[in-house]
C-alpha cells in the first residue's frame, strides 16, 4: 500500500509540476498580448512616424516633385511656392496613370502632378516637367543628373510623407557627394491621416508597402 501510495504522490507531483510548467510561459504571453494590446495606438503612431524623416523647410534653388499621388504632391508643390521656399519646380514620373490610359489620355505622372500644382496656385513659367521614372531610383538619377548639369547647391524633394526615409537613403548621399543639399518635404495624404493611418484601407496599404520597398532597398541599393 505504501508503495502504491509513493508512485500515487509521485504521478501527482510530477503533474503539478508540469503543469506549472506550462502556466508560467502562458501567464507571460497573456502578459505580453495585453501589453501590446494596450499599447497599440502609440506603437502604431510609432511604426508611421519612424517613416517620416522629414527636413525644417528652407528656401532653395529647386524643388524636385517626384511622381505618385498627383494631386497631393501637386497641392503641395504650390504651397511651398506660396511660401516663398522656390520659384523653380521640377516634375518627374514617367507611367501614364491607369486611369487616364483608359480614357485615352496620355498624359504622364509628370505632366498631371504638374497640372495639379497650376490649378493649386503654381505658375506655370515656374515648372518643368521631367517624363522619366518608373521607380523612386530612376527618378533619383535623372534627378542627380539634372542638379549636376544645372548646377544646383540646395534641392527639396516633395513626395509622400511615408516616402520619406526611403527616398532619403537614395538621394542624400549621391547628392552629397556632388556637393548638393537635400532637404526632404512631405506632402500630406487627402485620404488618409497620417497620424491614424491604421484606421484606412489606403494607410494600411502605404504603410505596409512602404516598409516592404524599405527592406528592399536596403538589400538592393
Known amino acids: 500500500m505504501r508503495m502504491e501510495e509513493g508512485k500515487a504522490l509521485g504521478r501527482e507531483g510530477r503533474g503539478k509540476g508540469m503543469w ?69 519646380f521640377i516634375f518627374t514620373g514617367a507611367p501614364i496613370p491607369n486611369a487616364l490610359e483608359a480614357l485615352g489620355i496620355d498624359s504622364t505622372e509628370a505632366e498631371c502632378t504638374r497640372n495639379a500644382a497650376v490649378q493649386a496656385g503654381l505658375p506655370l513659367e515656374l515648372t518643368t516637367t521631367l517624363n522619366v521614372g518608373t521607380s523612386t531610383y530612376e527618378e533619383f538619377e535623372a534627378l542627380l ?49 497620417e497620424a491614424r493611418w491604421w484606421e484606412s484601407e489606403e494607410g494600411l496599404i502605404m504603410v505596409n508597402n512602404e516598409y516592404t520597398k524599405l527592406v528592399y532597398y536596403l538589400i538592393k541599393y
Not at 154 to 171: K, P, Y
Request: one cysteine or more.
Open 20 to 88: 506549472k510548467r506550462f502556466l508560467r510561459p502562458a501567464i507571460w504571453a497573456v502578459g505580453v498580448v495585453l501589453i501590446l494590446f494596450l499599447l497599440r495606438y502609440p506603437i502604431l503612431r510609432g511604426a508611421g512616424n519612424f517613416l517620416i524623416k522629414e527636413d525644417p523647410l528652407a528656401q532653395v534653388d529647386a524643388v524636385f516633385v517626384l511622381g505618385g499621388s498627383v494631386y497631393d504632391r501637386g497641392v503641395e508643390a504650390a504651397r511651398v511656392h506660396q511660401q516663398g521656399l522656390g520659384d523653380r
Open 145 to 193: 543628373e539634372y542638379a549636376k548639369a544645372e548646377q544646383l547647391d540646395t534641392v527639396m524633394v516633395i513626395s509622400s510623407c511615408f516616402h520619406l526615409r526611403r527616398i532619403g537613403r537614395v538621394f542624400r548621399k549621391p547628392f552629397r557627394k556632388a556637393g548638393i543639399t537635400v532637404l526632404l518635404h512631405g506632402a500630406p495624404s487627402s485620404v488618409y491621416d
